[in-house]
C-alpha cells in the first residue's frame, strides 16, 4: 500500500522535479569612443569598451501542463499531500505574465576589447545617467577635461597708417606718431625739417575659430625676437615669450 501511494505521488505535476535549465541571455554593451552606447547580442567591436550582462532567460507564460497519469488502484485525492510551495524568490516581483530576470556573476574577458563586469542590476534599456558616466570616464582617461581649458582670450587684427598688419592684444590699439615732410614757403623743403602726426590704427577683433592661429603666431613672433635679439634685450623679450606660452598652456590650442 506504501509502495503504491509513493508511486501516484511520483506522477502528479506537483512532484515532477525541475530538470529543465533556464538558458541565458547574454547582452553586450558597447562604449565608442565618443561615449556612444550600443547594445547588441555579439561580442564588441575592437576599440572599444564592452560590458556584459547575463539574465536568465524568461519561462514561456501559459505554457501547456503535462497531463497527470491516472492514480493507483486504492488511492484518492485526499490521501496525496499538497506540492510543496515554490522558493520566494530573492529578487524584484515578476511583472504580470512574465519572470524575473536574474543577474548571473560575469567573468573579465581578454582580448583586443576592454572588458569589464556589470554591476548588479537588472537594467537593459540606456539612460543618460549611462550616457554621462561613459562620457565622464572617457575625459578622464584622456587626463583632463574640457572644463579645466581656459578660452583664450580677445586678439586683434590692427592695419597701419603704411598698410602693414599687425597682431595686437588690445583694442584700440595706441596712438602713435607718423612721421610727415614738412613743405615750406614756396614748395621748398627745409633741411632737416620734419613733423608728425599722431594717428591711432584701425583694429578688428579675430573670430573665435581663428584665435588660437592668431595666439599662436604671435607666440612664434615673440620666441624669434628673443632667439636673435641683443643680450641686453633677451631677459625682457624672455619674459613676453613665457607669458605668451602660459596662454597657450592654461588653453585647447597647442603651443607651436
Known amino acids: 500500500m506504501l509502495l503504491a501511494v509513493a508511486l501516484a505521488v511520483a506522477t502528479l505535476p506537483g512532484g515532477l522535479p525541475a530538470t529543465a535549465h533556464a538558458e541565458e541571455v547574454v547582452l553586450f554593451r558597447c562604449t565608442d569612443s565618443n561615449g556612444a552606447l550600443t547594445v547588441q547580442n555579439a561580442?564588441?567591436?575592437?576599440?572599444?569598451?564592452?560590458?556584459?550582462?547575463?539574465?536568465?532567460?524568461?519561462?514561456?507564460?501559459?505554457?501547456?501542463?503535462?497531463?497527470?497519469?491516472?492514480?493507483a488502484p486504492g488511492v484518492t485525492a485526499s490521501s496525496v499531500p499538497p506540492p510543496a510551495p515554490p522558493a520566494a524568490s530573492s529578487g524584484a516581483p515578476a511583472p504580470a505574465g512574465g519572470?524575473?530576470?536574474?543577474?548571473?556573476?560575469?567573468?573579465?574577458?581578454?582580448?583586443?576589447?576592454?572588458?569589464?563586469?556589470?554591476?548588479?542590476?537588472?537594467?537593459i534599456l540606456d539612460s543618460d545617467v549611462l550616457r554621462q558616466q561613459a562620457r565622464a570616464a572617457a575625459e578622464a582617461a584622456a587626463g583632463t577635461t574640457a572644463a579645466a581649458k581656459a578660452p583664450l582670450p580677445?586678439?586683434?587684427?590692427?592695419?597701419?597708417?603704411?598698410?602693414?598688419?599687425?597682431?595686437?592684444?588690445?583694442?584700440?590699439?595706441?596712438p602713435h606718431c607718423v612721421l610727415m615732410t614738412v613743405t615750406g614757403l614756396g614748395g621748398n623743403t627745409p633741411v632737416?625739417?620734419?613733423?608728425?602726426?599722431?594717428?591711432r590704427d584701425a583694429c578688428e577683433a579675430i573670430v573665435e575659430t581663428q584665435r588660437c592661429n592668431s595666439w599662436q603666431q604671435r607666440f612664434r613672433d615673440a620666441r624669434g625676437s628673443e632667439r636673435f635679439a641683443a643680450p641686453e634685450n633677451k631677459p625682457a623679450l624672455a619674459a613676453e615669450r613665457?607669458?605668451?606660452?602660459?596662454?597657450?598652456?592654461?588653453?585647447?590650442?597647442?603651443?607651436?
Not at 567591436?45 to 507564460?61: D, E, L, N, V
Not at 548571473?104 to 548588479?120: K, M, N, R, Y
Not at 632737416?192 to 594717428?199: D, L, S, T
Open 242 to 256: 613665457a607669458r605668451l606660452q602660459a596662454i597657450l598652456a592654461s588653453s585647447d590650442c597647442p603651443i607651436p
Open 154 to 174: 580677445e586678439i586683434y587684427q590692427c592695419e597701419g597708417s603704411d598698410g602693414n598688419r599687425y597682431l595686437h592684444e588690445r583694442e584700440p590699439a595706441p
Open 43 to 71: 561580442p564588441c567591436p575592437a576599440g572599444t569598451t564592452q560590458r556584459i550582462q547575463r539574465f536568465a532567460a524568461p519561462t514561456a507564460a501559459g505554457a501547456p501542463l503535462a497531463t497527470p497519469a491516472a492514480p
Open 99 to 123: 519572470a524575473m530576470l536574474q543577474p548571473a556573476p560575469l567573468p573579465v574577458l581578454q582580448g583586443g576589447v576592454q572588458t569589464s563586469v556589470e554591476a548588479e542590476g537588472t537594467e
Open 192 to 199: 632737416n625739417a620734419a613733423g608728425c602726426e599722431v594717428v
